[in-house]
């Protein structure tokens, strides 16, 4: 089965198709100009497992530059057709590739309606044709039984950045069924101090509370209490994970020291291991026939969430803790870890659905939703890679995926999470650095997630006095332009060189990060305030005006917040260098705004 797409590519439908009857069929949106959209309809006359298809093409190998999808990390090159695609399911990644070109624009940007089921997308360059070969296999893995799906597929070819077609795509997902978006409360927008780079598993309240209080002062909203918690054991592992009762030899009254945290104005979050059953925890004997496979090296079995049992009783744990503890919040994790293997994929005895994918929906659906019942404005993590379409319905903060002490990867992962996650809120992976760091190079942790929510895990109590004031001058600098980081239209240029400039725009005020020593260009009419970052270590930045600026007053911080400089200027259009110290920062502000 085939069609021909209207940019005259043809599209072929491949696989066994068994006892289903298949239509295939593109249209356009009249509303965006080049953006085709493929429908497939699989119909059954009683319901039976989908077979395995493919749907492929051809795309033309002109002015691609690089690759992008939600996992890419630090490896933009293009691929050859032999490799393996990218895959994504529900709690893993998102069914979406971007090719785009040298100056940042869109080539095509492809996605796909299934952000339930295991997927896997594909472009790949053949170099006998110097053609990508694109292509989107569904059904791969065992699903329950169906008698009629529809899938789509969005194209977009249209010229025009990069990011504006990975944003896109973002909006159409929360626009499908069952993807609607959970509201962001506030709080998940707010600075969070962590506990699990500061501490790890060794855990004390009153040391908790100490560092909570210095970050209170510094602007920091809520606390992530960490793995450690739930157990004695402080070797790292899941043994122990399944019971979740706190450890009263670590924290005698959780309840109490929650309320002590309250008192400083601060939200309180508890980290879970949502699927482990621990080998060494009571619930190992009730549900070790119920588990998807065991991890030895974790010490833990995975819980089969197609069981109602396994479903009711993790749900009622974090139900329990909200109305014992008064929590504000959960850090729910290793949700990519629930995935069937071998003969798991046979439906058994007890269970209400032969569907893995479908099971972790129930259940996180389940939870969001008694928990909001409980709390409305109630905080959920999750932890990148599951940052998908579906996880924006469960929770409302997105964090970085662990990549301690590297701030550029940091900066990475934050702005990849941004690309596609809409409103939800795009947390940096925790903080932390040397305390013999110098005051601007540990500064340059917190410049690279600018365009995130802070996480901060340093021992605050034992930072040195240039960096207790570095940090706190950021923190109020984010704060002071929350609403352009997080809410402006976001430009992050270049993701082939890992974007070493980025923009966020209102039409009031622009904030423009440098991370490598480049000529920052500065087109148009200026703003009433542009903040300019210096986001290395170098003493200079260098700007382009396209336009002359009429009178401006400059004002230059350094990483500390000290002002180095003020000045009065009138630009004229071309190459301009500025003296600025490292990680420190210019604030442009127009006379005429000003007034």
């Known amino acids: 089965m085939k069609i021909i797409l209207s940019n005259g590519c043809e599209m072929r439908l491949e696989g066994q198709t068994g006892t289903f009857a298949l239509a295939l069929s593109s249209f356009m949106n009249v509303a965006e100009a080049d953006v085709e959209y493929v429908r497939l309809i699989i119909d059954a006359s009683s319901p039976a497992v989908l077979p395995e298809l493919s749907l492929k093409w051809s795309c033309t190998a002109v002015d691609v530059q690089g690759l992008w999808h939600p996992t890419v990390e630090r490896s933009r090159g293009l691929i050859p057709d032999w490799r393996q695609g990218f895959p994504s399911r529900s709690t893993s990644s998102a069914p979406v590739i971007c090719l785009y070109g040298n100056r940042g624009n869109n080539v095509l940007t492809f996605a796909c309606s299934d952000v339930l089921s295991p997927v896997e997308l594909h472009a790949g360059l053949n170099e006998e044709t110097s053609s990508f070969h694109c292509s989107v296999t569904l059904f791969a893995d065992p699903g329950a039984p169906e008698d009629h799906v529809e899938v789509m597929l969005r194209l977009d070819t249209r010229s025009h950045p990069y990011y504006d077609a990975l944003k896109r795509v973002g909006e159409w997902w929360a626009g499908l069924p069952g993807c609607s978006p959970s509201p962001v409360p506030d709080a998940a927008r707010e600075p969070v101090y962590s506990t699990w780079y500061s501490f790890h598993q060794q855990l004390s309240p009153d040391a908790v509370e100490a560092e909570c209080r210095a970050a209170a002062a510094m602007g920091c909203k809520t606390v992530i209490m960490d793995d450690g918690w739930q157990t004695s054991d402080e070797t790292r592992g899941y043994a122990y994970c399944g019971d979740w009762r706190v450890s009263a030899d670590k924290i005698p009254d959780l309840k109490s020291h929650v309320t002590r945290i309250h008192d400083l104005g601060m939200k309180f979050m508890l980290w879970y291991a949502v699927p482990f059953i621990g080998k060494h925890s009571q619930a190992w004997a009730r549900f070790r026939d119920k588990l998807l496979y065991v991890s030895d090296e974790l010490g833990a079995g995975v819980a089969d969430p197609r069981y109602p049992e396994i479903r009711e009783y993790l749900t009622a744990i974090y139900e329990q803790a909200v109305l014992e503890w008064d929590l504000d919040g959960f850090k729910l994790d290793f949700v990519d870890s ?35 019942q409980l709390k409305p404005d109630i905080l959920i993590e999750f932890r990148q890679n599951y940052i998908g379409p579906l996880m924006r319905k469960y929770g409302n903060m997105f964090r970085a995926g662990d990549c301690p002490n590297d701030a550029l990867e940091n900066r990475i992962r934050t702005i990849d999470i941004r690309l596609i996650c809409g409103s939800t809120a795009a947390h940096s992976d925790m903080l932390m650095w040397n305390p013999r760091e110098s005051s601007a190079a540990a500064a340059l942790q917190f410049i690279n997630v600018l365009f995130s929510v802070p996480q901060i895990s340093v021992r605050l109590d034992r930072l040195p006095e240039e960096h207790t004031a570095m940090l ?10 929350r609403e352009v980081l997080l809410d402006g239209r976001l430009e992050p240029q270049h993701p082939e060189l890992l974007y070493p400039l980025v923009t966020a725009r209102t039409t009031r005020k622009w904030v ?22 210096n986001g290395t270590l170098l003493s200079r930045l260098v700007l382009e005006l396209d336009r002359d600026t009429g009178p401006l007053e400059i004002c230059v911080r350094d990483c500390q917040g000290i002002v180095t400089a003020e000045y009065p200027l009138n630009w004229n259009s071309g190459v301009h260098s500025l003296d600025v110290p490292a990680a420190g920062v210019i604030t442009v502000q127009s006379v005429t705004g000003k007034e």
Not at 525 to 533: I, N
């Open 512 to 533: 423009i990060a440098a991370y490598h020593d480049t000529v920052i260009p500065v087109t148009g009419d200026l703003p009433e305030l542009v903040v300019v970052v």
């Open 472 to 481: 706190a001058f950021w923190l109020s600098f984010w704060r002071e332009h």
């Open 338 to 372: 629930f995935y069937a293997k071998g003969d798991q994929y046979l439906p058994a005895d007890g269970q209400d659905t032969g569907s893995v994918p479908e099971a972790v929906d129930k259940l996180l659906s389940g939870i969001i939703s008694r928990l909001r």
